[in-house]
């Protein structure tokens, strides 16, 4: 599961990185003009940031979950890779 968390936050990084200062597609995190700045960055680490709490709320309380909630965060860094993949081919 540690594992899991680790590599999720790397792919957010990553996404953040590869998005910084370019049109942004999604309108959640999309700042002025649909960029990625400064505010698209703080909106993002409180998703990440609130995903992580709430797994570990729901983990403290069903430890049967972490094997599920690992394979659950390997899945969405999968699809944030391919997210970063595809952004830095617009480049």
Same mark, same amino acid.
């Given at each position: 599961?540690?594992?899991?968390?680790?590599?999720?936050?790397?792919?957010?990084?990553?996404?953040?990185?590869?998005?910084?200062? @370019? &049109?942004?597609?999604?309108?959640? !995190? /999309?700042?002025?003009?649909?960029?990625?700045? *400064?505010?698209?960055? %703080?909106?993002?680490?409180?998703?990440?940031?609130?995903?992580?709490?709430?797994?570990?709320?729901?983990?403290?309380? @069903? &430890?049967?979950?972490?094997?599920? !909630? /690992?394979?659950?965060?390997?899945?969405?860094? *999968?699809?944030?890779? %391919?997210?970063?993949?595809?952004?830095?081919?617009?480049?």
């Amino acid at each position: 599961y540690r594992w899991s968390v680790a590599i999720l936050a790397a792919s957010s990084a990553a996404d953040v990185a590869s998005s910084w200062r @370019r &049109p942004e597609a999604n309108p959640v !995190v /999309a700042g002025p003009g649909s960029t990625f700045g *400064g505010g698209s960055v %703080a909106i993002k680490l409180g998703l990440v940031g609130s995903s992580f709490l709430l797994e570990h709320l729901v983990l403290r309380h @069903r &430890p049967d979950l972490y094997r599920r !909630v /690992a394979w659950l965060n390997f899945g969405i860094a *999968g699809a944030q890779g %391919a997210v970063v993949q595809h952004n830095m081919s617009l480049r």
